[in-house]
């Protein structure tokens, strides 16, 4: 509701913010342990996000990534699209256009036990996470970093700017 009813006063507010997704991201409890060293210098010039439900809402959505004229990729936007069949989980993904010798050799795989277990097993990165499409999720009946972009990240992103780590928080609370 707030996104429809004040989207450019949400924007101002977002705009306002240096690397806001980028922080946004990694303070987010799940999606924060997505991240790589590149993924983060990558969303440092990510502009804005957009989510938009598909035809039918249940069914799946679109998550648009815009970008700011960057080092890394030819693309200004790169899309993926979730869609919910009766069958199966089916995505699309914009290619990336990488610059000359931009393309990372290999994405570095975060440690296991760094990661959320409930993500993919074979989703190391962001961007492993946005290159796999339909034939990489046969057999997978949601996406959740898609997921939880949508329903978590985009539908109040201001409040992971102030979250704070458990951990640290619990550290706190013995000290007293």
Not at 2 to 12: D, G, Q
Not at 21 to 46: C, M, N, S, V
Not at 70 to 83: G, I
Request: proline share 6%; net charge negative.
């Amino acid at each position: 509701m707030t996104r429809k009813k004040y989207p450019y006063r949400r924007s101002l507010v977002i705009n306002s913010i240096p690397d806001f997704w980028l922080t946004a991201f990694l303070k987010h409890p799940t999606l924060g342990t997505l991240l790589t060293q590149e993924d983060q210098q990558i969303f440092r010039y990510l502009d804005s996000i957009h989510v938009e439900d598909l035809t039918y809402p249940q069914k799946g959505y679109c998550i648009t990534f815009n970008f700011k004229i960057n080092p890394y990729f030819e693309n200004e936007t790169l899309s993926k699209t979730v869609d919910y069949t009766d069958e199966d989980l089916e995505t699309t993904c914009t290619t990336i256009r990488w610059k000359e010798g931009k393309a990372p050799p290999a994405i570095s795989a975060i440690p296991v036990e760094e990661r959320d277990k409930r993500l993919l097993p074979f989703i190391t990165s962001f961007l492993k996470w946005f290159g796999y499409a339909a034939e990489d999720t046969m057999g997978f009946d949601q996406d959740l970093v898609g997921d939880l972009i949508k329903g978590d990240l985009w539908v109040n992103p201001i409040e992971h700017l102030n979250h704070e780590d458990e951990d640290v928080k619990g550290d706190d609370e013995d000290d007293d």
